[in-house]
Structure formats: C-alpha cells, structure tokens
C-alpha cells in the first residue's frame, strides 16, 4: 500500500507514513499491539491532574515530544470548582476527537477529500444513579448523540458515516471494555 500511496497527503494526512504502518503492521500484526497510559494526581477537593507521557506501540515504548497534562474538575453544582472540564465532558471530547481522527484518516486513505469538519456532542446523564440516590439509574451515560457537519462531494457522506465507526472510543463505549481497578496503601 505504501507504494501506491507514494509522498500525498489527503486531508493533512501523511499517506507514505500512514501507508507504511500499515504494511508493517499487515507483515507483523505484533506491531499493531498497543498500550496507552496515563497517571493521575488529585489535587484537592474534586480538581485532579492526569499526565501522558508514552504509550507502548510497535514492540518498544513510544515516549511522546513533551509531556502532556490534562485537568478535571466539577462545576460548583457537584461541589467542584469549575477550574477545567468534568471527566464526562472529557469523555465527549474523547469520542468526538478520536471518530473525527479516525473519520479523517480512512478518508484519506480513501482519496476522500474534506474541506472542512465539525461536531457536536451531547449526552444523557442522570445524577440520581452517580450520587447513590437510586440503585436502578445508571451511573453513567445512558445516550450519546453526535452530529456531523462536513464539507466534501455530496455522494461521501454514506462512505464517512462508515469510516467514522473504525473510531477506537467510539468501539471501546459501544462494546464496552473490561476495567479492573486496584485499591492499595500508599
């Protein structure tokens, strides 16, 4: 594939890189194995901080340019001090951000040209379920909705609600994933 796709970029999208992961990960399905990590740090009250720094990717550890840190926190509603998104907000940015990559990238590799892409998230949360208050309401989000707008060639838009399904978080919330959590003195 990589041969094919020679030096183009689509959408802003490296096509000779993106194609040559491709053909390594189709000659060693062992490279496509990854491990993404974050640490956490409360801060006090309901403010905590998460940092990124590597993640594990073609058989060796990834280090990332810089270190990056992401804030949480809750608004005054839910005692919390406003001083950044609330993790299902981040949850929402999250999805958004990884269909619209996804979306992009497929796309791309398609020879889908896209001018220009936006969306917008909105999701259902019943905080009696969160606070305790009912054992039969859901703690989390019970619907999600996503609406894209996109400017490309009217006769994509079928191709690209498709390719927005290849979305690794759109997967991980639709299937749901195993979570073990671990509680231990410091």
Known sequence: ???????EKVNGIDLHTLGGTIDAIRKDPELGKCRFRARNQW?????NR????????????QKHKQAFEMHADEPPILAGGDRAPNPVEHLLHALASCVTTSLV???A???????ELESELEGEID?????????????????????????????????????ARFSPVYNTLIHGARVDIAIEPK
């Not at 998460?50 to 550890?61: I, L, M, N, R, W």
């Not at 309401?137 to 707008?149: A, E, L, N, W």
């Open 1 to 7: 594939m990589a041969a094919e796709l020679k030096f």
């Open 43 to 47: 801060k006090g009250d309901t403010l």
């Open 50 to 61: 998460s940092e990124v720094t590597d993640f594990y990717g073609a058989k060796s550890v």
């Open 105 to 107: 990238a497929h796309a």
């Open 109 to 115: 590799v398609k020879g889908i040209q896209i001018k």
């Open 127 to 163: 905080l009696n379920g969160f606070l305790g208050l009912d054992p039969d309401v859901p703690k989390g989000y019970t619907d999600i909705r996503m609406k894209f707008k996109v400017k490309t060639d009217h006769e994509n838009l079928k191709m690209l609600e498709r390719l």
